[in-house]
């Protein structure tokens, strides 16, 4: 498979970030996910979560990379809540669950699609047998709340990469208790160049019937799930690594592998303790990227609890349009933890393709779970398959002023978990939803636009 070309440029890594949604709000839904549970019923601050999100998109738009995003997700979502078995009006569904079922009005009204690193699995067309981009939506089937998630993902995915002569569009892999998939949150991709045929590497926390895994927290993604998507993909086998997740990060609050590795073009940067037999990924790694280099902070340097507490490898690892050297893109976090600053700084003084650090305020994503790495989905793109996404998804300054001002207009600078109740919440929600897709030019692309 030759490097991707066209004679206008080679291929990049775009980013796709999820924007926040208006009922962004701490549930707690996630176990194993710690600042989640730490900060479960706490008011959130919907407004600034979306400009955090929506600032550190323009940020990396100005560094000059690829920015694009995905649309937020319909919250409250009463088709939930009527399989859930209430009927009615819409104030009586929200009046009944909240009195009934509160942890299933949560589940309706969850701020989770906001990471869009869960969003999907992102095969590049170098890697493809047919030579198209392949997206696979996670099923996200291990919670429940995430698991209401694949079918708007899918439909939004269509929406903003069309066109069949370049991409390729799968359902998700069917749920169950074996076949839980977490989409790129437990994926990398390594390679000489972006354009190239790369290895991909697919981190898994539990296989097959085995019980061998985490003693605390679940393992959420699974091997057949992972290997299913490579076939789906059309992915060579000879450059696919299966590489299982260490359960002591598991335990120690690593709920998806991107929160203690990232990775970018030939390099993983990675916590020691991050997989089972890292010395045995590597090295399968090599044999399909010859130039592979892995960058590991010592878990002497860096415990896996300020790993997990800063989110230092929940990062973003980019190539900066005339930087020399690679870029860590690091929430606020991992600059306030003085063990976790100065092994950075090793980092970037080290021996090794990481030279600068930048930090981002995503402070409302953080409380809830997720930083930088969390809310991005990854999709190489050459020049053609570029040209072919739909433009209304990718950021420019115009987007960006327009996306600000919509966001200041619908959400509130507050929300409770009471709150979430409120006919008037799903009222605003409506209204931000309907103004989303006429900025967008999408047409009816939520389900309550689309109930006859």
Same mark, same amino acid.
């Given at each position: 498979?030759?490097?991707?070309?066209?004679?206008?440029?080679?291929?990049?890594?775009?980013?796709?970030?999820?924007?926040?949604?208006?009922?962004?709000?701490?549930?707690?839904?996630? /176990?194993?996910?710690?600042?989640?549970?730490?900060?479960?019923?706490?008011?959130?601050?919907?407004?600034?979560?979306?400009?955090?999100?929506?600032?550190?998109?323009?940020?990396?738009?100005?560094?000059?990379?690829?920015?694009?995003?995905?649309?937020?997700?319909?919250?409250?979502?009463? /088709?939930?809540?009527?399989?859930?078995?209430?009927?009615?009006?819409?104030?009586?569904?929200?009046?009944?669950? +909240?009195?009934?079922?509160? +942890?299933?009005?949560?589940?309706?009204?969850?701020?989770?699609?906001?990471?869009?690193?869960?969003?999907?699995?992102?095969?590049?067309?170098?890697?493809?047998?047919?030579?198209?981009?392949?997206?696979?939506?996670?099923?996200?089937?291990?919670?429940?709340?995430?698991?209401?998630?694949?079918?708007?993902?899918?439909?939004?995915?269509?929406?903003?990469?069309?066109?069949?002569?370049?991409?390729?569009?799968?359902?998700?892999?069917?749920?169950?208790?074996?076949?839980?998939?977490?989409?790129?949150?437990?994926?990398?991709?390594?390679?000489?160049?972006?354009?190239?045929?790369?290895?991909?590497?697919?981190?898994?926390?539990?296989?097959?019937?085995?019980?061998?895994?985490?003693?605390?927290?679940?393992?959420?993604?699974?091997?057949?799930?992972?290997?299913?998507?490579?076939?789906?993909?059309?992915?060579?086998?000879?450059?696919?690594?299966?590489?299982?997740?260490?359960?002591?990060?598991?335990?120690?609050?690593?709920?998806?592998?991107?929160?203690?590795?990232?990775?970018?073009?030939?390099?993983?940067?990675?916590?020691?303790?991050?997989?089972?037999?890292?010395?045995?990924?590597?090295?399968?790694?090599?044999?399909?990227?010859?130039?592979?280099?892995?960058?590991?902070?010592?878990?002497?340097?860096?415990?896996?609890?300020?790993?997990?507490?800063?989110?230092?490898?929940?990062?973003?690892?980019?190539?900066? /349009?005339?930087?020399?050297?690679?870029?860590?893109?690091?929430?606020?976090?991992?600059?306030?933890?003085?063990?976790?600053?100065?092994?950075?700084?090793?980092?970037?003084?080290?021996?090794?393709?990481?030279?600068?650090?930048?930090?981002?305020?995503?402070?409302?994503?953080?409380?809830?779970?997720?930083?930088?790495?969390?809310?991005?989905?990854?999709?190489?793109?050459?020049?053609?398959?570029? +040209?072919?996404?739909?433009?209304?998804?990718?950021?420019?300054?115009?987007?960006?002023?327009?996306?600000?001002?919509?966001?200041?207009?619908?959400?509130?600078?507050?929300?409770?978990?009471?709150?979430?109740?409120?006919? +008037?919440?799903?009222?605003?929600?409506?209204?931000?939803?309907?103004?989303?897709?006429?900025?967008?030019?999408?047409?009816?692309?939520?389900?309550?636009?689309?109930?006859?």
């Amino acid at each position: 498979m030759a490097q991707q070309q066209d004679g206008t440029g080679l291929a990049v890594e775009a980013n796709f970030d999820g924007i926040v949604g208006n009922t962004h709000n701490y549930a707690g839904l996630s /176990p194993g996910n710690l600042a989640s549970a730490r900060h479960a019923q706490k008011p959130s601050h919907p407004r600034a979560a979306a400009r955090q999100g929506l600032a550190k998109m323009k940020r990396l738009h100005d560094l000059g990379l690829v920015q694009g995003f995905l649309p937020p997700h319909e919250r409250p979502h009463l /088709p939930t809540l009527h399989a859930f078995g209430f009927t009615g009006k819409a104030a009586d569904v929200l009046a009944r669950a +909240a009195k009934d079922a509160p +942890a299933l009005l949560a589940i309706a009204c969850s701020a989770s699609p906001m990471w869009a690193a869960n969003a999907a699995t992102v095969s590049p067309s170098a890697d493809s047998a047919d030579g198209r981009v392949h997206f696979t939506p996670a099923n996200l089937a291990s919670m429940a709340h995430r698991a209401i998630e694949p079918a708007f993902t899918g439909r939004a995915l269509r929406t903003i990469f069309a066109d069949d002569a370049h991409f390729a569009h799968h359902p998700p892999v069917p749920a169950g208790n074996r076949f839980g998939d977490e989409g790129a949150a437990n994926y990398d991709r390594l390679c000489s160049a972006h354009g190239e045929a790369g290895a991909a590497l697919f981190v898994y926390g539990r296989a097959g019937g085995d019980e061998a895994g985490p003693t605390r927290h679940p393992a959420r993604q699974a091997l057949e799930a992972s290997a299913a998507v490579a076939r789906a993909h059309g992915l060579d086998p000879a450059r696919v690594v299966y590489a299982r997740q260490n359960p002591v990060a598991i335990d120690a609050g690593a709920f998806h592998n991107d929160v203690v590795s990232v990775a970018n073009r030939h390099v993983l940067f990675s916590h020691e303790q991050a997989l089972a037999d890292p010395a045995a990924v590597a090295e399968a790694l090599r044999a399909v990227v010859p130039a592979f280099e892995v960058v590991t902070v010592p878990a002497a340097q860096v415990s896996l609890e300020d790993a997990v507490g800063s989110y230092l490898f929940n990062s973003q690892l980019v190539d900066i /349009p005339g930087r020399e050297g690679m870029t860590l893109v690091l929430p606020e976090e991992s600059r306030e933890n003085p063990r976790v600053l100065a092994a950075l700084e090793a980092v970037r003084d080290g021996d090794n393709p990481i030279a600068h650090l930048e930090f981002v305020d995503v402070r409302q994503s953080m409380d809830n779970g997720g930083g930088p790495a969390c809310l991005r989905l990854r999709v190489v793109l050459t020049p053609a398959e570029r +040209a072919a996404v739909n433009p209304a998804f990718l950021l420019d300054d115009a987007r960006y002023d327009a996306l600000c001002t919509w966001v200041d207009r619908h959400y509130r600078e507050t929300l409770t978990p009471a709150d979430l109740a409120d006919p +008037a919440l799903l009222d605003e929600t409506y209204a931000a939803l309907d103004d989303l897709t006429a900025l967008l030019g999408t047409g009816a692309l939520y389900d309550f636009q689309r109930a006859p």
